[in-house]
Structures are given as structure tokens and as C-alpha cells.
């Protein structure tokens, strides 16, 4: 079973920087590709950055390349999203999900939220202006 629990966000200043981090309780976590996705108040919920299972292919939106970084660490059980040069537009809560890493064919399979299995219940990344 995967149990996903994001941590990491709180107000920052634009231009600021801030690490999420995202846990998994579970046994089987290097089986997982995993994504994070950010829902921002009436808008839906969308794809901001994925890693495969070994760390071999990582995709990222046009609106965060160049200034978000994904990663993780199996040995931990962990997944990271170090997010710098923030801007007001980033705000949203950011969830981590976890897609088995066999359902991953292409890279369009990282970018869609049905792939996704298990989710996080969100942090909340608040950038002022």
C-alpha cells in the first residue's frame, strides 16, 4: 500500500526558494514513477514535474523548466521538488503522486493525472509579490 505525505510548503517571497518533500510510508516505493501536480484556486489540477522509477527520465512543465528540479531518493522512500526563482504565479497546493512504474510507457504517460494511482493530500506553496 502507498501512503504519500507531502511536506515543505508555506508562504515565500517571490524569487525565493522552497524544497518539498514527499514521503512514502509504504514498502514498494521504487516500483512508483512519481509526479507532483499543483491545483491553484479555480483552476484544475496540473502536471508540474515527474521522475521514472530510477531516476532515469524526469519531464517537467513549460512553466517550471529551468527553475524546478524533481528527485528522489528510494533508499528513503522519498521524493523532492526543489523549487527556485518563485513567482506569484506558482501558487497553489502541490501534490505528489504515484504511478506504477510498469503503467509508464512514453512520456506522455508522466503528464496525465489518470495514470496516477495514489495521491498525497497537498501542501499549500503561497508566493507573494
Known amino acids: 500500500q502507498v501512503q504519500l505525505v507531502e511536506s515543505g510548503g508555506r508562504l515565500v517571497q517571490a524569487g525565493g526558494s522552497l524544497r518539498l518533500s514527499c514521503a512514502d510510508s509504504?514498502?514498494?516505493?521504487?516500483?512508483?514513477?512519481m509526479g507532483w501536480f499543483r491545483q491553484a484556486p479555480g483552476k484544475e489540477r496540473e502536471f508540474v514535474a515527474a521522475i521514472s522509477w530510477n531516476s532515469g527520465d524526469r519531464y517537467y512543465a513549460d512553466s517550471v523548466k529551468g527553475r524546478f528540479t524533481i528527485s528522489r531518493d528510494n533508499a528513503k522512500n522519498t521524493v523532492y521538488l526543489q523549487m527556485n526563482s518563485l513567482k506569484p504565479e506558482d501558487t497553489a497546493v502541490y501534490y505528489c503522486a504515484a504511478a506504477l512504474a510498469f503503467r509508464m510507457y512514453g512520456s506522455d504517460s508522466y503528464w496525465a493525472r489518470d495514470k496516477y494511482e495514489y495521491w498525497g493530500q497537498g501542501t499549500q506553496v503561497t508566493v507573494s509579490s
Open positions: 509504504g514498502r514498494a516505493f521504487s516500483s512508483y514513477a
